[in-house]
């Protein structure tokens, strides 16, 4: 299983913003989806948003309206947009990849470090 690298999280004031990066290392999944959780203290990982291959998104409830993921044509970057955060956003964000299925189950045995989102004034 590939594991992916996730970067740009940080301390962000409520109602900031922040872009999330998460890059494959070395090989181009243009025939797979990537998507975004994230995993609060004492909660269970979530899915965030998820992008297929052929460029089809979908949002968690929470987060509709507020993020934006892309990806880059080669597909070896996918991105997560971050707006209008508040508190409950706070969490460490992982990326992943796979059948759409997969990303929409997010029962991988592998994960990356994660990046840490840290929303407070």
């Known amino acids: 299983q590939v594991q992916l690298v996730e970067s740009g999280g940080g301390l962000v004031q409520p109602g900031g913003s922040v872009r999330l990066s998460c890059r494959s290392p070395?090989?181009?999944?243009?025939?797979?989806?990537m998507g975004w959780y994230r995993q609060a203290p004492g909660k269970e990982r979530e899915l965030v948003a998820a992008?297929?291959?052929?460029?089809?998104?979908t949002y968690a409830d929470s987060v509709k309206g507020r993020f934006t993921i892309s990806s880059d044509d080669p597909r070896k970057m996918v991105y997560l947009q971050m707006n209008s955060l508040t508190t409950e956003d706070t969490a460490v964000y992982y990326c992943?990849?796979?059948?759409?299925?997969?990303?929409?189950?997010?029962?991988?045995?592998?994960w990356g470090q994660g990046t840490q989102v840290t929303v407070s004034s």
């Open positions: 992943n990849i796979g059948d759409w299925s997969e990303i929409l189950k997010g029962e991988y045995d592998t």
């Open positions: 992008i297929s291959s052929a460029y089809y998104t």
């Open positions: 070395g090989t181009i999944f243009s025939t797979k989806a």
